[in-house]
């Protein structure tokens, strides 16, 4: 899912193309992508685009007359910026919002539709959409320790809940993590103060980081691969993989469609933390710390 340094990606690839131009016509090629009913998607047509906004991890398209298009991309969804008029690619086009020299195409790449398109009268309409996360980059490290404590939930799960803190998703809550040098099972109402100290470091830090490297990579252009899994990330993705502050190969935790990824060495004094599959196929075997891991693959002699 796209977190807070692609969506500003997007606002900053969106922000030379859209405002101050006339959205001509919306294309829906999937019903299942409008999710409001009034008011209809032709009253957007033909009114000037008038800014961008970010709600969390949703795109907020402004029109003339207090109108607003609320796109949610998910996990799968994506943004490409075709020649005006033209269809997105195969099936995984959704809509296309035709201007007069160019065509933003929104496209979802998978069989689940989870995408998804509000069309929004009034400002006050927006309320519902915001998910109250707190924006870490704005607060304090005292409102920021406060927010997370409110809640005794794992590190990971509270970085990356939107009703806590606003535009973390899996991946850089990883980075973050790892940054902090803090195991993502630790529970936020152990944390004392320096550790919140250093988290809210690490997030102000990774998110900055990540959003000037993205827009620098892409310059001019459209972004055209907006992905969770990023060259240069330290742990997020890099499972077996070296370390690159320590040599500690990176382990992760795998649970539904998700998984968490972490350097025993930097993050939680050499152990391993229990996989829910693994661990229960291995109970009693499973091994805590990365040598008793490697002694376990090593093939025997």
Request: glycine share 8%.
């Amino acid at each position: 899912m796209p977190e807070l340094p692609d969506i500003r990606l997007y606002l900053s690839a969106l922000e030379t193309r859209l405002p101050g131009r006339r959205l001509e016509r919306v294309r829906l090629f999937t019903p299942f992508l409008l999710r409001s009913v009034e008011p209809p998607l032709a009253a957007v047509e033909g009114r000037l685009i008038t800014g961008l906004e970010r709600l969390g991890k949703r795109i907020v398209v402004a029109l003339e007359g207090e109108h607003f298009l609320v796109i949610h991309l998910m996990i799968a969804g994506r943004f490409r910026w075709l020649q005006a008029g033209a269809k997105p690619p195969g099936k995984i086009g959704l809509a296309a919002f035709d201007l007069a020299d160019g065509t933003l195409a929104l496209t979802e790449a998978g069989s689940k539709r989870r995408a998804s398109l509000h069309v929004i009268a009034g400002r006050a309409q927006l309320a519902p959409f915001d998910r109250g996360g707190l924006d870490v980059e704005a607060a304090t490290t005292e409102a920021f320790a406060a927010r997370l404590r409110a809640r005794n939930h794992t590190l990971k799960r509270a970085l990356t809940d939107p009703t806590i803190l606003d535009g973390i998703g899996n991946a850089y809550s990883d980075e973050i993590l790892h940054a902090a040098r803090l195991s993502p099972f630790l529970l936020t109402q152990r944390l004392d103060d320096a550790g919140y100290a250093r988290l809210h470091h690490a997030c102000t830090a990774v998110l900055a980081e990540w959003t000037t490297r993205l827009i620098a990579e892409s310059g001019d252009r459209f972004p055209g691969k907006v992905t969770a899994f990023r060259p240069g990330m330290a742990v997020h993705g890099r499972y077996g993989e070296p370390c690159p502050d320590c040599g500690t190969p990176v382990q992760r935790i795998r649970y539904a469609d998700n998984e968490t990824n972490y350097c025993p060495a930097c993050q939680t004094e050499g152990r391993l933390l229990a996989d829910r599959g693994l661990s229960r196929l291995l109970k009693d075997d499973w091994p805590r710390t990365v040598e008793e891991l490697e002694e376990l693959r090593r093939p025997p002699a």
